[in-house]
Each structure stands twice: as C-alpha cells, then as structure tokens.
DNA sequence: AGTTTTTGTGAAATCAATTTCACTTTGTGA
DNA sequence: TCACAAAGTGAAATTGATTTCACAAAAACT
C-alpha cells in the first residue's frame, strides 16, 4: 500500500494524504475522509521514503561496550525511555569490548543511518578521535569525558577519592588497591587518581606489593584479593574500582576466615546490586546511571534539533553509600 | 552524495555502480574505477533507497520487557551477536514490563521498519495473540512458548521439578514456596507446576501459609521470606521462582539466624551472578539465556530467507548447580 | 565470411514518499 | 459589485537507489 493507492482510497490526492500526516495544511473534510481511510486500511507512510526525502530516519545508534553488564543496562535504560517518548528508536550494536568494532561501527552510522550517535565509552584511542571528527552526525560519549566532545560522564575520581578518604577518617593505614586497566579512562585511571590523591593527602605511599589489576568479574577480584592479601604484612583497608570486584575479594575474606571489616575494610564502587547481597554488606559509591543516560538522550536530542550546538561536558554527582564493610 | 554523483566522479553511468554494489555484473576495467572513486569519496549508497527498492532493511526488532535484567540481556548478547555476523542491526525497545506498549511496538514495527521481530516475551494476553496473528513478518518468541508461534525457551518446569526432587529426595518434608505473578507464564506458571508436580509425586501437600508471591527483587524476595518464615510450623525447605528472591531469602534468614542449609534448604532459578556470592552459595538451575538468544535468531534469519517456514518450538535443556545452600 | 550467442552497457521506469509552484476558491473590505 | 488577500489544492519535480529492457560489441559457431 502506498500513498497514491491510499489517496485513491481515500478519494483525495497524494499531496492531501501527504500533509495530513505532516503540516496538516488541509480542509476539514478532506481530513476526515483520510482518518476513516485509515480506520479502514491501516495505512501509514514508508519511513524510508521519507526518510529519502527529508533526512530524517528517527533512529539513534548506541553503541555499548557489554549488555550483560548492569551499569550499561541501566544506562541504556535512560536514553531508551527519553528517545522513545520522543517518538526516537534506538539501532543498538554490541562491541563485545572490541575496540576496532566500537570505530567499525561509528563508521556505519556515518552514513545516513542515524540521526545521532551515543557511545558508551571505556577505552578511547587515536582512531576514535579522528573517526568521531570526521562524523557529520551528533554524537553524545557517556562514561568518559573528553574535550570536544558532548559528554556526560561521573565524578569517578571525586567517588574514588571520597571512599578512600572514609576509610583512612576510620584509622586505615595499610591500603591496598585492585583496579582495572588503565585503558578505561574513567573505571581505570580515574578512579586510581582519586584513590591516589587520598593517599598522598594522608602522606601514606602504596607498597608495590599492594597494588593488583583484575577483570571486571567477581572471580577475577576473588583471585587478585588471594594474592594481595596473602602477602605480607597485611593491608588493613582494601579499596576495589567495581563492586564485582570488590564482591570476589569479599568472599575471599569469607573463605580465608579475614574478618571484615575489623581485620580488613573493604568497598567497591557503582552500587550494584551484588553489593547489597554480599557476605558483609559492601560501601560503595552510587553512581546515577540511569540519569546519565537521560541526560545523554536530551544533549542528543538537543543536539540534533539545533545543529550549531557546542560541545559541553555534563559531570554527575555521586552518592557514598555506607555499609557495614567499613563499619568500624 | 548520490549514486549520480558519484557515478559521473568515477567515469561511469549510476547502473555500473549499482552493479558493482549488487550482483556484480561488470568488467573489470570499470569495477577498478569505481573501487578508486570509492576510496576516494568514501561513498556508499543509502540504505533507505534500497529499501524502497528491495524491502530490506537489514534490521531487526527487539522487545525487552527489562534492559537491566541479568537473563534478558544475555539473551540479547546471543541475538547481537549471531544478527551482527549475518548484516543485520538491532532496533531495540524497552516495554518497562508495560504490556500495552509490547503491542504498541510489535504495530510499529508491523510496518516496514524491520524484516523481523523477536520478542522476550514475559506475558502473553488476548492482544498480543491477535497482533502477532496479523504480523507479516516473521516473529520469534523467547523465554515463552506458544502454539502456532515460533519460540525458543526453557525447560522451566523441568527444572523446578528438578530443584525440588532433589530437596525432597534430601529430606524435605515442609516445603515453602515464593513464585511470581502467574501471568507470567514461564517463571510464573511453569516453575510452580515443576514445584507442584515433584510435592504430589512425594505425597505432600503445600499448606497455604507457605506459599508467597514476590516481584523480582531481592528486597521483594526478603520480605515474603520473612512473611513466610515467621510462621508456624516452619518449613524446612524454600523454593524460589529466581535467584534474586533467593537472594533476599538468604539475607533474611542471616538476620534471622537461620541457618542455610541445616534448618532450611534454599533454592533459586536462574543460574544468576547474585547466587555465587550470597551468605550461602546459592544451588540454582542454569538456563543457557545466550543460546537461546542465538537459536531464536538463527530462527528468525531462517524465517526470513525462506518464507514459507514452519512455526516451530524449541526448548533448551538446563543444568543443575548444586551450591551449598541445599547440601546436607 | 556470415550468423548466432554471449557479454556488457546505459537509458528509463520504478519504488514511496515530500514539497514547490501555480492555480482555484473563498472571504473580507471598500 | 469589485479588488485583493487568504486558504486550499493537485500536478509535477525531487529524493537515491534498483532493475528491466533494448541494444551494441565481441566471441564462438557454421
């Protein structure tokens, strides 16, 4: 079914059925006639044909760097229930963490796929810089923040530092850090700053031996924690860059009989939920993720309507969520 | 940049490049001409003019019920994964678990937006049936299973009949149970009739002071552990309709001091992240959520090919994690 | 050498819409 | 009653591709 077989349908030209559905620049009559008509068949416009002629394809691509993971999920969360009321859809691609898909498909938007572009950052290489200067399309990168660019990302190194600084307020002395690589701007680097900036605050410096990198999983944190912890002398704060992290140490402790949090205090950051469940109770920092992913949605959304727009960084807030893992 | 463009740049007429993009029927001469334009001007033609053309779109639509769910986006991993080989895009929608909206997006997509749908369904009402029936183009269903429909899904009443044998065969003699709403027809209704089935073949009656409904939380699941616990005669076995109840079962019965297993013996379903790090570790079944996912898009790029397919069902199999928190 | 077949080509039609433009009709004020 | 502005209309051009069709050139047969 088509425009000129509707509007023959309908007993009204193909310009009548055309702005019925846009401007609405059109006699009463002839409007009704083409709502029954559409009562009737069911009829509404091709979005590719429109999409030819105006540009416009109501779609925004998001490239995430996991879905099974829950900060991601939730993220997406956001930008999903704001593009949707806006009548946006959203092309969603999975890079499995593979750094030449994330460019891959930025690539793919390039073209006259999307209206917009949202990333979820973790690394961010060369490549990245000039493929995304060279997009003619707006592009949002949540999680990370980079001049030039629309971000909206959070205050990983302020969260970092905050719990850090909690825990050396409760008389820790020896700390200990697993983190991630430092690849990842913000989870990595940022976050090793603020708990760096805490120590040297402190006038405490990191023993080599107390320092290890772990994957972002629980097993992983539970096999870094065996090998920190087994050395000597033992830290007595530990402080994890994610809550599954921090939740694989935690069951580490449970099984090496170390009492948490009077031998050792730990945490982790991002709130998830493992955090609420583990054998003791993990402080950890909360992230807003959900609005971040809002708020990318609406810089996108604003970037899109109004082309001009300069980029502009959004940094949110955080929140420490105290628990027992620290309770001293 | 258009195809006429670009063909009068290479030397060539706009049939050569459609060719050289297409079925390829061209001399070697002008295909080399048209390679170096392309490196040059970096042209590709655009995908909603050969849609017009072809009706493909090369996308495909998804409806979550819930993004940050640990089971939907492993299945959605699958999907991406196996649709992203094959060309395809993802166009996702998050219903939020509002089931009108799950209408609402299979008629969106009823137009020619993508060459096939699937849905992780969750319920399945009168609407939906009559949607789906009026569908053209082909569906596949996740997680539920339906006559006439294609669906890929779990063995969910296996494996509660499974779970509770082998607390029954343990030693059980009270059972409790803590379920979903049966609207949802796999976690809610099937998990209870597996449940159901194992008590009658033991002979047991299930008193209705030791059955609960909870959402899928784990506060939810503390709170209707704690409703159903606190009563008398006392279970001596629990089974959950998820992992996440599970979980909030095991976190009251730590503030209650019950001891897990020896007083009560805990089960989930689901195989998620939160049944390895609870107070006790947590004896689950395993449902291979990322298989499932690529089966029903195998399914749906069969189904696409070839039109005239047969609905068909296909249920995976689940495994049993024996944990601590059923060991006797 | 003459005919047939194969191979390759570009013009033109087609797909499903929007939008401009030139026009009719209607309404208002003098 | 007439002039002029406003409102409404449909034909036709346009958007960016694919695909059919007719036709030319080259190759392979009589």
Redo the contacts between chains.
């Keep these: 079914m088509n425009i000129s077989e509707f509007a023959k349908i309908a007993g009204v030209s193909k310009s009548a059925v055309s702005r019925y559905f846009n401007n609405g620049y059109l006699a009463e009559d002839k409007r009704q006639l083409i709502e029954k008509a559409v009562e009737k068949t069911g009829y ?1 416009p ?4 429109q ?2 002629r105006t540009k416009v ?1 109501k ?1 925004v691509g ?1 490239i995430l760097p996991k ?4 900060s991601c ?2 993220v ?2 956001g930008i ?2 704001v593009l ?1 009321e806006e009548g946006y ?6 890079t ?1 963490n593979d750094c030449r898909k994330e460019v891959e498909y930025l690539d793919l938007f390039r ?3 999307v209206d917009g572009v949202i990333l979820l950052a973790t690394v961010f290489t060369q490549l990245h810089q000039s493929v995304l200067n060279k997009m003619h399309i707006p592009v949002v990168i949540v999680g990370q923040s980079y001049k030039g660019f629309n971000c909206v990302c959070h205050d990983d190194c302020g969260a970092a530092y905050a719990l850090t600084k909690l825990m050396l307020d409760k008389g820790a002395q020896a700390p200990a850090y697993i983190g991630v690589t430092l690849d990842d701007k913000a989870a990595g680097e940022e976050r090793r700053n603020g708990f760096t900036k805490a120590l040297a605050e402190a006038g405490i410096t990191l023993s080599e031996k107390h320092k290890a990198t772990a994957e972002f999983k ?1 097993q992983s944190g539970y096999e870094q924690a065996k090998y920190i912890l087994s050395r000597k002398p033992r830290p007595d704060c530990l402080f994890c860059a994610t809550d ?1 992290i921090a ?2 140490a ?2 580490y402790c449970r099984e090496a009989g170390i009492d948490v949090p009077n031998d050792l205090m730990v945490c982790g950051v991002g709130d998830s ?2 955090g ?4 003791v109770p993990l402080t950890t920092a909360h992230f807003h993720y959900k609005t971040s992913g809002i708020e990318a949605a609406r810089m996108l959304l604003s970037a899109i309507s109004r082309h001009d727009s300069v980029p502009r960084i959004m940094k949110l807030d955080f929140e420490i969520v105290e628990r027992e893992s620290t309770s001293r």
Tied chains: 1, 2.
């Design positions: 509404s091709s979005i590719s044909a999409n030819i394809t779609l998001v879905l099974s993971s829950e999920a939730r997406t969360e999903s229930q949707n859809e959203l092309l969603l691609v999975n499995a073209q006259n796929r629980i599954s939740a694989g935690l069951l939920q493992i609420q469940i583990t054998s």
